[in-house]
């Protein structure tokens, strides 16, 4: 262990934690070893870019909040919350895909009543979504535990709010013995990360945008089956093809049908311009250990 240089420094770490009791902590400690010092030499990583690259970290976490998680950030502009949604969210053909959780998940958000308005006094065009939530062979679920949530017209969610009293646009809702959904909130649009911090001085240097296409997540949870953590994009988005966080899946874009006027679903009549989204969630059952 004594006069370690940089060709032999790598073995070394790794053979002074051989002693890990946990398997699989010693499986991902050994590769995290050996990839982190390959890439230091691949790169000939200088001490100046180390010491910038310590201090780019020390500021995302500083930036972190209990209503920003900027290493989330970190982790979906790199592309490695989507890698990991994806190797961990394998579904059979027909099933509704996965992609990333995103910062602004809450746990406490209300629960409704379906055909409430979630959007709680959030200002734009009114929105009706819809659908049934079933099974791989077609089989209706019922009670599915449904939570949305979502950014306002102008792009911002609740959360970025200091001012908040109480959550807008965001619901816990439950299915009913058909598995149907239905609720109201107002149509989201598209929006740029939060890029005011270390994440955003990254894109900037990389000459990326920090836009994401317009989109409402949704949870899903029901029992027998895997948990579906998704979004519906809207179709025509200038951003679909170049998602800040690389989200979007083809399977995931479906249009938001604008109605000029006349009686909307909630059986009201509009004389200005309201939409609608209908769209079906596909769950695959749990696997048997």
Not at 32 to 57: C, N, P
Not at 87 to 96: F, I, L, S, V, W
Request: proline content about 6%.
């Amino acid at each position: 262990m004594r006069n370690l240089d940089e060709k032999t420094v790598t073995q070394a770490v790794i053979a002074r934690n051989a002693d890990t009791p946990n398997p699989r902590l010693h499986q991902v400690m050994t590769s995290l070893v050996q990839h982190l010092h390959s890439f230091a030499r691949e790169v000939q990583l200088t001490e100046e870019e180390w010491d910038y690259g310590i201090d780019f970290l020390t500021r995302v976490g500083q930036m972190c909040s209990p209503t920003r998680q900027e290493f989330i950030l970190l982790s979906d502009t790199l592309g490695l919350s989507t890698l990991v949604t994806a190797q961990n969210h394998r579904k059979p053909m027909g099933c509704t895909e996965a992609t990333v959780f995103g910062p602004f998940h809450v746990q406490d958000a209300p629960r409704y009543d379906l055909g409430a308005d979630i959007s709680n006094g959030l200002s734009g065009s009114p929105w009706f979504v819809s659908g049934t939530v079933k099974s791989i062979d077609g089989a209706e679920i019922p009670h599915a535990i449904l939570e949305v949530w979502q950014a306002d017209d102008e792009g911002f969610y609740d959360v970025q709010n200091p001012e908040m009293a109480e959550h807008q646009g965001r619901a816990v809702l439950q299915a009913d013995d058909h598995g149907a959904f239905n609720f109201k909130t107002i149509v989201p649009q598209a929006y740029p990360i939060p890029h005011d911090g270390p994440v955003g001085q990254m894109l900037q240097a990389l000459n990326r945008h920090p836009w994401r296409p317009a989109h409402l997540h949704f949870m899903i949870t029901a029992e027998g089956y895997e948990r579906l953590v998704t979004h519906v994009f809207k179709e025509g988005c200038q951003y679909l093809d170049s998602d800040a966080v690389f989200g979007v899946r083809s399977s995931l874009v479906a249009e938001w049908v604008r109605h000029e006027a006349g009686i909307a679903p909630d059986g009201n009549l509009y004389e200005t311009a309201f939409y609608t989204l209908e769209f079906d969630f596909i769950l695959n059952p749990v696997r048997a250990a």
